[in-house]
């Protein structure tokens, strides 16, 4: 059992720091861990003789996963240009002629609610059945008062119609939407829009806990992302970033200085914004899953930001057109081969320092007393098999608050 026992974000050495028990139990009441330790020793307990008894036949087991990073309601894929990805499009290039983001929202605005319902749902039985128990969801495919109200709602109705928990992000400044760009001073047109009216009803009806921006060329600049986030803050809603995905533009500073929960990507961050990052309670959370859809061959400085003393998360960025898997073991695999992670670091990335970014770090994230029984329960000998075996899920059973979500059959 990995129990991730301890307190906080973990950093540096910290990483590597699983609280293995051997032979170990939990007693849950309610939802919540009551006991954690051997075996030997929570079957000696009085509430333990009469409580409902799960034996996991000697597989191990760690939290759930917390996915701190997706774009959960999407219309459809975007395989077509998967294809010109490979023919050798750039992300920018795709974007430029109408794609990437544009091309979600184009499919997400002629969607009925109900379609964009049952596809999340699919997804997060999905997720359920790799590990996953927490999952941050990021609108920014509506880009309009009405699509962006569609979406946040949502993610308060799937709340509703499975287990899962659903952390709610406002992406309104995902990209200035195609009816503003041939304006004149159309981004600031719409930045208005989201700061004068999305924002406030949006924290009004308390439709979302975080506010996020993406910060990068093509998208917004540092000065409009720090418009809009503090607009945000204003309303309740506190700060993320996607930051510094295709170039650097400064947006990791600007996640600091804000006190964002998180900043996402990080693939052009230089050493002055590692050091911010490790100086922080910013959350770096990586995405190699993007990169490698993508083709990339440039990942985050995962290594440096460790050995700098960063909060380093790992999420598995589910969005139709740069990272479509559900995956947070493939993520894992990933993370070891591509980022150079131990497996040890990256399941710590993906569990309590991904419920650090989510602010959730005091009742999910690791196996103790008083926390949700939240955990994962994988069909391998070694933990160190779970990013092992890529693209192979492994993923035995999925419990979230005491109860059974999801059970493969191997």
Known sequence: MLTLRGRGSRRGNALSHLGIIKDGALLVRDGVIAEVGTRAVIETLPEA?????????????????????????????RAEEYELKIAGASYEEIARKGGGILNSVKKLRAATTEALELRALSALKQFAACGTTTLEAKSGYGL????????????????????????????????VPAEYRNKANGAERYIN?????????????????????????????????????????????????HAEQLTRTGATQLAVQLGAASCDHLEHVNRADIRALAKSNTVATLLPGCDFHLGLKRYAPARDLIEAGAIVALATDYNPGTSPTVSMPMILSLACSQLRMTPAEAITAATINGAYALRRE??????????????AVFEVADYREIPYYFGVNTCWATMKRGKIIQKQNF
Do not use: Y
């Open 362 to 375: 005091k009742r999910i994230g690791s196996l103790e007393v008083g926390k949700q029984a939240d955990l």
């Open 49 to 77: 003789k009469n409580a409902d008894k799960l034996d996991v036949g000697g597989r191990v087991v760690l939290p759930g996963f917390v996915d701190s990073h997706t774009h959960l309601i999407h219309a459809a894929s």
């Open 144 to 175: 309009n008062l009405t699509n962006e109200m569609t979406i946040l709602g949502l993610h308060s109705r799937l709340q509703a119609l499975q287990p899962i928990e659903i952390v709610s992000t406002f992406l309104g400044a995902h990209a």
């Open 193 to 241: 829009l989201l700061t004068g009216t999305l924002i406030p009803e949006i924290g009004e009806d308390r439709l979302a806990e975080f506010c996020d921006v993406f910060c990068d060329r093509g998208a917004f600049t540092v000065e409009q992302a720090k418009r809009i986030l503090q607009a945000g803050r204003q309303w309740g809603l506190s700060p993320r970033l």
